[in-house]
């Protein structure tokens, strides 16, 4: 598959080294291209377009620097309104001398909230693709029980729980339709945020 003007290093220099991994497809990578690359642990096959990376490592050159020690800093204070980018469990007192810090994780809710990816690699027009932020690594598998329940919650809604933290950015199924996801977390090697657990979560509307 030939380039286009979209990925194009002369047009749009960046400093990610794509050597070897050929463009998104034009249309976007489809929910197949997106589960394959997942089931094999190929995700550094997975990529911006050189437009797309050139867009999202300007938007990150506007960062001040003497007010924000890094990227994920800045996520947390000015676009998740997050106090800290500590776990609530931290900050919890312990009840009775026995308690550990363990203890105190398994009954204090994370920090969790969803937004829409704005410098995605290209998805088919029939994906959402979000970022889901959390204060602690929800892939863990200690947390999925609760990664699971919150998803849900977004995708599908559960009766009877409460609605606060639902994403406003989710596109409401088409009639006889309900949501579907995947979602997977980078290698380190491919984070372009470090201090802050995310996830990669792509949502479609499949038939009931």
């Known amino acids: 598959m030939t380039g286009s003007a979209s ?3 002369v047009l749009y220099p960046h400093s990610v ?5 050929p463009p998104p497809p034009n249309e976007g ?5 997106i589960k394959e690359a997942i089931d094999s642990n ?4 997975l990529r911006r377009t050189d437009k797309g990376q050139y867009e999202y490592e300007q938007w990150q050159g506007q960062i001040d620097r003497s007010r924000y020690s890094n990227v994920g800093e800045y996520i947390v204070y000015t ?9 609530p469990a931290e900050a919890e007192p312990a009840v009775g001398s026995d308690q550990t810090l363990v203890q105190r994780y398994r009954a204090t ?10 410098y995605p690699f290209p998805v088919q027009e029939s994906i959402q693709y979000f970022v889901l932020w959390s204060s602690r690594d929800m892939s863990m598998p200690e947390e999925r029980k609760r990664l699971d329940l919150y998803l849900k919650q977004q995708f599908e809604g559960i009766p009877g729980t409460s609605s606060k933290g639902l994403s ?3 596109l409401p199924p088409a ?28 949502v479609r509307d499949i038939d009931l």
């Open 7 to 9: 990925n194009n290093p």
């Open 17 to 21: 080294d794509f050597t070897g991994r």
């Open 29 to 33: 990578y489809s929910w197949e291209h």
């Open 42 to 45: 190929s995700l550094h096959a």
């Open 79 to 87: 676009i998740l309104h997050w106090p800290d980018l500590k776990d």
């Open 109 to 118: 809710e994370p920090r969790i909230t969803i937004r829409l990816n704005h």
């Open 168 to 170: 406003p950015e989710l």
């Open 175 to 202: 009639p006889g339709k309900k949501k579907n996801w995947m979602w997977f977390v980078n290698p380190i090697e491919l984070r372009s945020v470090a201090t802050v657990h995310h996830l990669h979560v792509f």
